[in-house]
C-alpha cells in the first residue's frame, strides 16, 4: 500500500517506519528540510530502543523515504496520515493549529480517493473539524479516519508491531476495510480491529490515558497514606494487583507521571468536559495529586534536612520522565531540580540518554556527569528520579564512599528497605518504611 505520514515527531517516525517495516511504501513529510536530510542519513532526532535500526533498514531498502514536499506525498499515497503535534494550550486545551493546516494542505494536493487517517491525539468532534477543512479545499472523495495511537515511549516498535487492539474510527465501509488492510499484519496473533465512528475511536484514546493516569494518582495516593500510617506500599500492591478484577499493571508508587501524553490528555478531557458543563472532578484530582507528586522528594529532603538546603549539594540518578527514552517533558525531575536550585542547593545529574534535553533545559545551572557514580562525588545525598535497570544493582560500598553521608532518597523504590539500612545507609522510599543504620 501507498502511504504517507504528516510529521516526523514521535508518533510520525514510529508510525511511519513500523508500516514501512511490514511491506509498504510509506513517505514521511516533514516542513524541517533539516531534520529530513538527517533522517535520509540515517539520524533518528529521538531515543527509541530500536527504531534507528528499522528507520536505516527500511529506508537503505527503499520502503521507507522522507521529504519537504508534501503534494508529491499526497499525489503518490492512498492512505495520508497526520501526526503532527497537539500542544496543551495555557487553558489545558489542545492546540490544533497544525492538524488544521496539514488537513487543508492535503485537500489542496488530493488527485483522487484518499483515507485521511488522523493518528495525532486530539479532542473528540477533530475528525470532523477536519472533513470540513477538505470539503473546503477539494473536490475529490475522501474519508476521514480517526486512528489514535497506543504506544509507550520506550517500547513503542512493540506495541505499534503488536498492538492489544487497533481503534478505527470511519463513517465509510471502503475506508474500514482499507485500514484493515493496512494493519492485518499487525494482528496476525488475534488481537482485535475496533471499528466505531469517528467521535467513539476520538474518546478511546483519552479515556484509556485518563484511566491510565487515574490508576497512577491513586497507588501515589495510598502510598503516601502508608507512611503516614506504617504500612508497606509494594505488600498493598500485591494484595490488590493478584485481583484479577484490577491487575499490576501502573500500580507503582512513585514520582507521578510525565511524559507527552499523560499529563495533556488529562488536562485536555477536563477542558473538553468544561465545554459541554461537566465537571470533571476525579481527572482534575488526579492532575492535583500527580503534581504535587512530583515534588515528593523535595518535601523530603525539607523535613530531613530541617529546611536547611542551602549550600547542599544533591546527586539526581535519572532526568528523563520515564526509562528508555530521553523525553524529559513533564518529567519529576523538571520540578524537583528547580526546587532544589530555587532552596539555593547545587545538583549533580546523570541519566543514560536524557542528558543532552537536560542540558538544553537547564544550561549550566546544574552539572551534568557521564556516569552516575561521577555525579555522587562529595554529594550531601543521592536522589533517584528515574528507574532505569542499570540502576538497579549498583556497587553500594562505592555510593557510600562518594556520598558525604550515606543517604539515599529513592522515588522509585528499587531497593528493599531492610537490605539498605544493612549496607549502611539512611533510605528513604516511597510509601515504604524509612531506615538507618
Known amino acids: ?23 509498504n511504501d510509506v513517505i514521511c513529510v516533514d516542513i524541517d528540510a533539516g531534520k529530513v536530510e538527517r533522517l535520509r542519513a540515517g539520524e533518528v532526532p529521538i531515543y527509541e530502543p530500536g527504531l534507528e535500526e528499522l528507520v536505516k533498514r527500511n529506508t537503505a531498502e527503499g520502503r521507507l523515504t522522507f521529504t519537504t514536499d508534501l503534494d508529491e506525498a499526497v499525489h503518490a499515497s492512498l492512505v495520508c ?4 503535534g497537539t500542544p496543551q494550550g495555557g487553558d489545558g486545551s489542545s492546540d490544533l493549529g497544525a492538524v488544521r493546516t496539514v488537513a487543508a494542505a492535503i485537500g489542496k494536493a488530493m488527485n483522487g480517493y484518499r483515507v485521511v487517517a488522523c493518528k495525532s491525539t486530539v479532542p473528540v468532534g477533530t475528525s470532523e473539524e477536519v472533513r ?18 497506543f504506544m509507550k515511549e520506550g517500547a513503542a516498535l512493540e506495541d505499534f508491531l503488536k498492538p492489544d487492539r487497533v481503534v478505527i474510527g470511519c463513517r465509510s465501509e471502503q475506508a474500514a476495510e482499507i485500514m484493515k488492510d493496512l494493519y492485518e499484519p499487525f494482528v496476525r496473533g488475534g488481537a482485535p480491529i475496533l471499528v466505531m465512528d469517528n467521535a467513539s475511536a476520538e474518546m478511546t484514546k483519552y479515556a484509556a490515558n485518563g484511566l491510565l493516569a487515574t490508576r497512577i494518582s491513586f497507588v501515589n495516593e495510598v502510598a503516601n497514606l502508608c507512611e503516614a ?20 499493571h501502573f500500580l507503582y508508587a512513585g514520582l507521578g507521571y510525565g511524559g507527552s501524553c499523560f499529563p495533556k490528555d488529562v488536562r485536555s478531557i477536563i477542558h473538553t468536559a468544561a465545554q459541554h458543563d461537566i ?21 523530603k529532603l525539607r523535613v530531613f534536612y530541617d529546611g536547611a538546603l542551602e549550600g547542599r549539594c544533591f546527586a539526581l540518578w535519572g532526568l528523563a520522565f520515564k526509562p528508555r527514552t530521553d523525553d524529559m517533558r513533564e518529567a519529576p525531575a523538571i520540578g524537583l531540580i528547580e526546587s532544589l536550585l530555587e532552596a539555593g542547593a547545587t545538583v549533580r545529574a546523570h541519566d543514560p540518554e536524557a542528558m543532552d534535553t537536560a542540558r538544553a533545559m537547564f544550561g549550566d545551572r546544574i552539572s551534568y556527569h557521564r556516569t ?16 532505569w535497570n542499570e540502576f538497579r544493582r549498583p556497587d553500594f560500598e562505592r555510593v557510600k564512599g562518594l556520598l558525604k553521608e550515606p543517604v539515599i532518597f529513592d522515588g522509585r523504590n528499587l531497593w528493599e528497605p531492610e537490605q539498605m539500612r544493612k549496607k549502611g545507609f539512611s533510605y528513604f522510599p516511597i510509601g515504604r518504611p524509612a531506615v538507618t543504620p
Open 279 to 299: 465537571d470533571f472532578q476525579l481527572l482534575r484530582s488526579v492532575d492535583e495529586v500527580n503534581n504535587r507528586q512530583k515534588l515528593r522528594l523535595f518535601d
Open 132 to 149: 470540513a477543512i477538505l470539503e473546503e479545499n477539494t473536490n475529490e472523495n475522501f474519508d476521514v479516519v480517526s486512528n489514535p495511537e
Open 229 to 248: 500510617v506504617g504500612a508497606d506500599i509494594s505488600l498493598v500492591r500485591r494484595g490488590v494487583g493478584l485481583d484479577n478484577r484490577l491487575g499490576m
Open 1 to 23: 500500500m501507498k502511504v504517507c505520514v504528516v510529521g516526523t515527531g514521535y508518533v510520525g517516525l514510529v508510525a511511519g517506519t513500523c508500516i514501512a517495516e511490514s511491506g
Open 81 to 84: 496520515f497526520i501526526a503532527v
Open 372 to 387: 552516575g557514580y561521577n555525579a555522587l562525588e562529595g554529594a550531601d545525598a543521592m536522589l533517584v528520579v528515574t528507574e
